[in-house]
Nanobody, 122 residues
Framework: QLQASGGGLVQAGGSLRLSCAAS????????MGWFRQAPGKEREFVAI????????DYADSVKGRFTISRDSAENTVYLQMNSLKPEDTAVYYC?????????????????WGQGTQVTVSS
């Protein structure tokens, strides 16, 4: 129900745009988030956008470099990643949330995509 794409290999300082296409649920009623997980580390919050698109929030580590957006007509959420660093290397997951739980906690999300690999070389 969530299909993530757009990952790849990029040099430090480069950019990538991740996409996540939603189906099977009412996209406009869900907040949409991005998380990432590096090898040997826990899954961590990256960004979230409210169901309305009116508010966003980011992890401190990506503020000013990443931008989350959504297109309700296309049922898709995006993550534009600029000025990439080697420490951004991880599998990136999109997720959908309708419950009023802390959005930085992955436990509260209803649906998860399969993940897309982002590798940033130095």
């Amino acid at each position: 129900q969530l299909q993530a794409s757009g990952g790849g290999l990029v040099q430090a300082g480069g950019s990538l745009r991740l996409s996540c296409a939603a189906s099977g649920f009412t996209f406009s009623r869900y907040g949409m988030g991005w998380f990432r997980q590096a090898p040997g580390k826990e899954r961590e919050f990256v960004a979230i956008i409210a169901w309305s698109g009116g508010s966003t929030d980011y992890a401190d580590s990506v503020k000013g470099r990443f931008t989350i957006s959504r297109d309700s007509a296309e049922n898709t959420v995006y993550l534009q990643m600029n000025s990439l660093k080697p420490e951004d290397t991880a599998v990136y997951y999109c997720a959908a949330k309708s419950r009023p739980t802390p959005y930085m906690n992955p436990v509260g999300y209803n649906y998860w995509g399969q993940g897309t690999q982002v590798t940033v070389s130095s």
